[in-house]
């Protein structure tokens, strides 16, 4: 067998990197379960029925936002705009679900557009980026402005509240459970369903190696821009969300949030290089912002250190996501 | 009948032309060898039909119709399914998915048919049957594959499309022998049932074994199509070195040894690493050692490894009297250690930069000066340049404005200015042209006459029996045989490389 | 005739050519809606403001030269922590003003050295170690400002950036062309320099030839922390008293200027003399967008929209098929 050109490297084994590597929201999963624990230890309760729904339903525009930007990132792409788009269809179904009176016909209609106007600066996203060729984090830097000067046109000022039917439905309770759980629940469901899909085998594909999955054959350019509607479209869905939890417009609510999304993912073991990810991973990466947040204010720590603190470990829980994410990878 | 036709197709990257003048003409049912040194056109010919790579001119013609292929797509759907040298595949997916990659299965529209994927995967992975080896299997992951298990893969997935041309570019370079006798096996089978195979390998053995006919490339351009049954290994060789490379080692003018009385400039023992085992030899000053074998079997590896930049797990490095493990190239370099790599384009070459740039870095560190005066340096940079006859506008012109050969010369430049002692040579020659070589060559040569200790590796045969005063031959990581005086002959280069086989 | 042409046109695509010509255009066009738009003292104004900005470029220049992905996004919170620690060492005293400088390169020298440590020991991305970085900064301006006052400019920081210094022109300006001079000279005229671009280019190539690829990587995140303090300095003496997050909004576009300046986001290519351009170019662009009679939501959309086309005219990367 001399002829074997190169002696096989090692193989590095190991029950650990074999769980990682099938699940690689593993570290994620760790890490939030922690974070419950500490909440209870500092403050049981923080884990109460209540408490939790509550936290659900702040982050839960994070977490649609995170699974949003891990559809690009994916593809080795990045959406710097996915917060101005959520700022947009705010402000869009806010203005739209006011003027057409406010009942429920009108909020599924206004939704309806909204979802549609998420797809649309997607697919902005996605020509500039993948068959324009800009590079993607300044272009969606330049759509973001776009975006929000739009939707500062439809909406000047924060303020305009929704209906109550909306938010009332978001905040409250059917079946004597709160709505935010069908929402998760609905939510499971969708991305298992997606990661089911062609689509998303592709772009992680053409993450992988976006030259190989050329020379392979596969339409990377459509695969992208497919990628960032997939983007728009989750995007439109975290501004439902943020609508029935502020149950107001805001044309600048989102812009805080891009960066945010963007470290959810990393928190959740992806590849910002592409072709490495989970979409569970960054759902729990965005809950770790969350969690992160409130153990910082239930462990009593002082007010103006609140944000160090928070900075801090998001900084350290970022680092460790890098390094687990990459023990897991082949 | 003719399954794919090629006239004059060409290309050039910038300065550089990849392909000068392709011809070719692939039959139904025929494995047809593509044959030519390395860089001389072969790969960048089988990308331009697979679409990867846009021809500048020249016709395509697929069952003599002329075709337009406008990419890797097109290339699949007019029926051209491809193998990559350096693998086209997805480390992070399956072999499943990768096998499937460019058509995955479908249902509902949007779904992968995780069925029709199993089964379809499951259908070329049996082809390897008890050949692919412990740990393959169609749910591991690509990237935690051996390297002979990758390039299994590529094979299914250029199977896989079914194609009725079916191009394969070194598919069998990590394959031990089993895997390649199973692989020629299914070619037969392919071949009789009408299928026009582009075949591409170094290993004359293979090329008996499985080619019909054989088209010769040189520099860029298509010599001869010769009928494999009429001819021998000796005209095919003639043809592809343009006649001048079968030079027996006794007409070179290099020494049968060297005496050695001026001490060892490089002394290794009992060096182990990843990719080589207990390996010990001693450079003379003033020698030239070659390093022979097949290409891959720890002669780079080993290289690097002396040079700071691979791992060692035991054994010593000298170079003169004093003990030298070097941590890091920079450390190498220090210490009067050169190295000089064939892949310019990920060891040499700052892309994009000055020539005066890539010429200095080594002066600036070995002189550990801050401030860059090129103006000043000409003086130092010219000569080292001319020695070597490179072709060059200005010292500020880019790098990339230049052919192959004369970014490598400008590359070895770099280690002229101050003289290192020892210099490791990793098939320096890889991809640049005859008059390049031969001006290369005789820089070697002077330098050792310098009393430097040079080591070449080289993966044309040639090369090493015409510059080098002892050849060390690698299988499998270690040293199997030395040549040595008149023993330096082709044949028995030939043999000690494949004696193990 | 048509080579004449495509001469010009190539000419014309030479990124800092390009931004030099929009600049006049620009300028022209302000004039036209705006009488007095190009006027010197309005344009020494914008100058003003895009030296702060230019400043920030510099350190995210060299930074993105330095390829492997290279990204700042702390530099807006260096920029904020800066300002805060300026005006407090300063507060209002001019005989505080080196100590301010001392305390403020040390600030961004530390962080940045943070940064570095980050991507070259742990190879984080440096999107994402930068990223963690401004979070832990914009929290640490919180603690700052919670306890101690915001501080004042000294009256010399807030002249020298603000009034003449020399033949009618501003000490911050002098200061970004001294700063651009001697980028050129160590991008051009050192080995440092000539570093940068090996490691840009091909990293792996210059870890070969004996490259210190970490230490210089490192080198550059600190120097791209010392540039945005020295930025959020001048920023201070610019408005006089800091303010929550002030350099935050330059984040972004410091890396819009260093890519209008032809620097390509990939490493190894460009220069800081074009980032100059490039900041000049985004300052004058706002400004116009201010001067002309819409309002904010307009003003944003034909600001992504230029963007847009401006990358569009240079900064695109390559077709797959070669």
């Given at each position: 067998m001399a002829e074997t050109a190169t002696i096989p490297r090692p193989r590095r084994e190991g029950r650990i990197r074999k769980l990682l590597e099938r699940y690689p929201f593993l570290p994620a999963l760790v890490i939030v379960a922690a974070l419950l624990a500490l909440n209870g230890f500092f403050s049981p309760a923080s884990l109460s029925y209540r408490a939790l729904t509550g936290l659900l339903s702040t982050y839960m525009a994070l977490i649609l936002l995170s699974i949003a930007q891990t559809y690009v990132v994916y593809a080795g792409d990045i959406d710097l705009s996915a917060g101005a788009i959520l700022s947009l269809v705010n402000v869009a179904i806010i203005v739209l679900m006011e003027r057409w009176g406010g009942g429920a016909g009108a909020v599924l209609l206004a939704l309806a557009i909204g979802l549609l106007l998420g797809l649309a600066c997607g697919l902005v996203n996605g020509l500039v980026v993948a068959a324009l060729r800009l590079q993607a984090i300044v272009a969606t830097f330049a759509t973001s402005i776009f975006f929000t000067g739009l939707a500062l046109y439809i909406l000047p000022v924060a303020g305009t509240p929704a209906p109550a039917i909306f938010w009332r439905t978001y905040g409250g309770r059917l079946f004597g459970v709160p709505f935010v759980f069908y929402v998760l629940a609905a939510l499971i469901v969708l991305i298992t369903v997606m990661s089911r899909t062609r689509l998303v085998t592709q772009l992680l594909a053409v993450g992988d190696d976006q030259q190989a999955a050329y020379q392979s054959g596969l339409p990377v350019i459509p695969v992208r821009i497919k990628g960032y509607v997939l983007c728009g479209l989750f995007s439109a869905l975290a501004a439902f969300c943020i609508t029935g939890d502020t149950a107001s417009g805001d044309p600048l609510v989102g812009g805080k949030m891009t960066l945010y999304s963007v470290a959810a993912v990393v928190l959740g073991g992806s590849a910002l290089s592409g072709g490495w990810g989970t979409v569970v991973g960054s759902l729990l990466g965005a809950l770790t912002i969350g969690l992160i947040n409130s153990v910082v204010f239930f462990m009593g720590t002082p007010s103006e250190w609140q944000n160090f603190v928070q900075g801090l470990a998001i900084l350290v829980v970022l680092m460790a996501g890098v390094l687990a994410g990459r023990r897991a990878r082949p | 009948m003719s399954k794919l036709k090629l006239n004059g197709v060409s290309k050039a990257y910038g300065a550089t032309l990849a392909l000068r003048r392709g011809d070719l003409e692939v039959m139904s049912g025929e494995v047809h060898v593509l044959m030519g040194s390395n860089g001389s056109g072969k790969s960048t010919l089988c990308k331009i039909i697979a679409g990867a790579v846009r021809p500048d001119a020249g016709k395509i013609l697929i069952d003599d119709t002329p075709v337009t292929i406008t990419g890797p797509r097109s290339a699949r759907a007019q029926g051209i399914g491809i193998f990559y040298q350096e693998l086209s595949l997805a480390a992070h997916r399956t072999v499943e998915e990768n096998i499937s990659l460019a058509a995955l299965p479908v249902k509902s529209g949007v779904f992968v048919d995780r069925t029709a994927l199993k089964e379809r995967a499951a259908r070329y992975i049996l082809l390897f049957e008890n050949v692919a080896g412990e740990g393959f299997s169609a749910d591991a992951l690509v990237g935690n594959l051996r390297p002979d298990q990758r390039q299994l893969v590529e094979i299914m997935k250029a199977l896989a499309s079914e194609a009725p041309l079916l191009i394969f570019d070194e598919p069998t370079s990590a394959l031990d022998r089993a895997q390649v006798d199973r692989f020629f096996e299914i070619l037969r089978d392919l071949k009789s049932r009408g299928r026009g195979i582009i075949f591409i390998s170094h290993r004359m053995d293979e090329i008996k074994a499985i080619g019909d006919r054989v088209t010769i490339i040189r520099d860029g351009e298509t010599i001869a199509t010769l009928n494999l049954a009429e001819t021998d290994a000796a005209t095919v060789i003639r043809l592809m070195v343009g006649g001048a490379g079968d030079m027996p080692a006794s007409q070179s003018s290099a020494p049968a040894a060297v005496d050695g009385k001026d001490g060892a400039a490089l002394t290794v023992r009992g060096l182990s690493g990843r990719g080589f085992r207990n390996v010990s030899f001693e450079v003379a000053r003033g020698e030239i050692l070659g390093f022979g074998g097949l290409h891959g079997q720890g002669q780079s590896a080993l290289l690097r490894a002396i040079f700071g930049a691979g791992s060692i797990t035991a054994g010593e490095v000298l170079i003169g009297e004093s003990r030298f493990d070097a941590s890091s190239p920079r450390d190498a370099i220090r210490r009067g250690c050169a190295y000089v790599s064939g892949d310019r384009g990920r060891d040499g070459v700052i892309s994009g930069r000055p020539i005066i740039e890539n010429v200095t870095p080594i002066h600036y560190l070995r002189h550990r000066l801050?401030?860059?005066?090129p103006r000043k340096l000409r003086d130092k940079v010219t000569p080292a340049l001319e020695s070597m006859h490179t072709k060059f506008a200005s010292l500020f012109h880019p790098i990339s404005s230049l052919s192959g050969g004369n970014q490598q010369k400008v590359i070895i430049a770099r280690w002229l200015i101050d003289r290192p002692d020892v210099l490791l040579l990793d098939d320096p020659t890889k991809g640049i042209d005859l008059s390049a070589k031969a001006d290369l060559f005789t820089l070697i040569r002077q330098l050792a006459a310098q009393g430097l200790g040079i080591v070449l590796y080289s993966s044309e045969d040639a090369e090493l029996l015409g510059n080098a005063n002892r050849i060390l031959v690698f299988n499998g990581g270690s040293v199997t045989r030395e040549l040595t005086g008149a023993d330096r002959t082709r044949y028995n280069l030939y043999q000690a490389a494949y004696e193990a086989a | 005739m048509s080579q004449v042409v495509s001469r010009f046109l190539s000419f014309i695509r030479q990124p800092i050519i390009a931004a030099l010509v929009l600049i006049v255009l620009l300028l022209y066009l302000g004039q036209m809606l705006s009488p007095g738009f190009a006027s010197g003292g309005q344009i020494l104004r914008l100058l003003i403001v895009a030296s702060l900005l230019g400043i920030i470029a510099a350190g995210q220049n060299v930074v993105i030269l330095g390829g492997r992905e290279g990204i700042d996004l702390s530099v807006g919170g260096v920029v904020s922590l800066s300002a805060i620690i300026a005006g407090n060492v300063m507060n209002g005293a001019d005989s505080g003003i080196l100590p301010a400088i001392a305390a403020c390169l040390a600030a961004g020298g530390f962080f940045g050295l943070l940064n570095g440590l980050g991507v070259t020991l742990l190879r984080i991305p440096p999107l994402v170690m930068t990223l963690g970085m401004l979070g832990v900064l914009q929290g640490l301006l919180v603690v700052i400002r919670m306890g101690i006052p915001s501080g004042q400019a000294a009256p010399a920081l807030s002249r020298f950036v603000t009034q003449p210094l020399a033949f009618g022109i501003p000490g911050i300006i002098w200061l970004w062309i001294a700063i651009g001079v001697l980028m050129a000279l160590m991008l051009n005229r050192t080995v440092f320099g000539h570093r940068i671009y090996a490691i840009g280019s091909n990293e792996h190539a210059a870890y070969m030839a004996g490259v210190p690829v970490r230490l210089i990587r490192i080198a550059l995140f600190m120097l791209s922390g010392m540039f945005a303090a020295i930025a959020g300095l001048c920023l201070l003496g610019y408005s006089g008293t800091s303010f929550a997050n002030?350099?935050?909004?330059y984040m972004l576009p410091s890396i819009i200027a260093v890519v209008f300046g032809g620097t390509s986001l990939a490493g190894g290519k460009g220069g800081y003399t074009g980032t100059m351009a490039g900041a000049v170019l985004l300052v004058i662009l706002q400004s116009i967008l201010t001067t002309i009679n819409i309002d904010e939501s307009g003003r944003q959309m034909v600001f992504g929209a230029t963007l847009l086309l401006l990358m569009m005219f240079y900064g695109r990367g390559r077709a797959m098929r070669a």
């Open positions: - | 801050m401030i860059a005066r | 002030v350099g935050e909004q």
